[in-house]
T-cell receptor
Framework: GIQVEQSPPDLILQEGANSTLRCNFSDSVNNLQWFHQNPWGQLINLFY???GTKQNGRLSATTVATERYSLLYISSSQTTDSGVYFC??????????FGTGTLLAVQP | DGGITQSPKYLFRKEGQNVTLSCEQN?????MYWYRQDPGQGLRLIYY???????QKGDIAEGYSVSREKKESFPLTVTSAQKNPTAFYLC????????????????FGAGTRLSVL
């Protein structure tokens, strides 16, 4: 099956800093989503981005499908950005395969 | 409000007991999913259903059972055969996955934390 690797596994930032999270996947995909899991466990959709670039406020994402990776950019980070960021990919079956996540801590 | 409701938030299971986790959605989505999350890990798929009265095993189905009698409901039973049930369980749904033009964006409930007494 498709393998998903996320890096870095952990990240500590000062408020206001920028960061880039990476997701590598081992095969072509029809679906790629980025999620933020808050400290209470709720998973929030950030982007549906199997290819191309999208922006939503301070967040943006780029997927280069031909090279099998996706990047999530967080600019001017805030303490509320803390949590775990997951990348999940889906192939022909429409099932999502999740990476192990990046744990982000933003310090004031 | 449209969304996915999971209940209860916290659940305790005694040894040898079956417990059922509820998942209800009012998004009119066709597909529903159950995932398990262990501490510090990603999500793993237990079961999924693409249509009423049909469901398929995911990667870790052993010790679990599901039913899909109604479009809006997809309950998960953790049976006594599941020897390590302590985990965070998340339910999700997505729109018509049979439509190749549809975006299979999955939306999640708030989860149920299951512990063993």
């Amino acid at each position: 099956g498709i393998q998903v690797e996320q890096s870095p596994p952990d990240l500590i930032l000062q408020e206001g800093a920028n960061s880039t999270l990476r997701c590598n996947f081992s095969d072509s995909v029809n679906n790629l989503q980025w999620f933020h899991q808050n400290p209470w466990g709720q998973l929030i959709n950030l982007f549906y981005i199997p290819s191309g670039t999208k922006q939503n406020g301070r967040l943006s994402a780029t997927t280069v499908a031909t090279e099998r990776y996706s990047l999530l950019y967080i600019s001017s980070s805030q303490t509320t950005d803390s949590g775990v960021y997951f990348c999940a990919v889906g192939g022909a079956t429409n099932k999502l395969i999740f990476g192990t996540g990046t744990l982000l801590a933003v310090q004031p | 409000d449209g969304g996915i409701t999971q209940s209860p938030k916290y659940l305790f299971r005694k040894e040898g007991q079956n417990v059922t986790l509820s998942c209800e959605q009012n998004l009119n989505h066709d597909a529903m999913y159950w995932y398990r999350q262990d501490p510090g890990q990603g999500l793993r798929l237990i079961y999924y259903s693409q249509i009423v009265n049909d469901f398929q095993k995911g990667d870790i189905a052993e010790g679990y059972s599901v039913s899909r009698e109604k479009k809006e409901s997809f309950p998960l039973t953790v049976t006594s055969a599941q020897k390590n049930p302590t985990a965070f369980y998340l339910c999700a749904s997505s729109i018509d996955i049979w439509d190749s033009l549809a975006k299979n964006i999955q939306y999640f409930g708030a989860g149920t934390r299951l512990s063993v007494l």
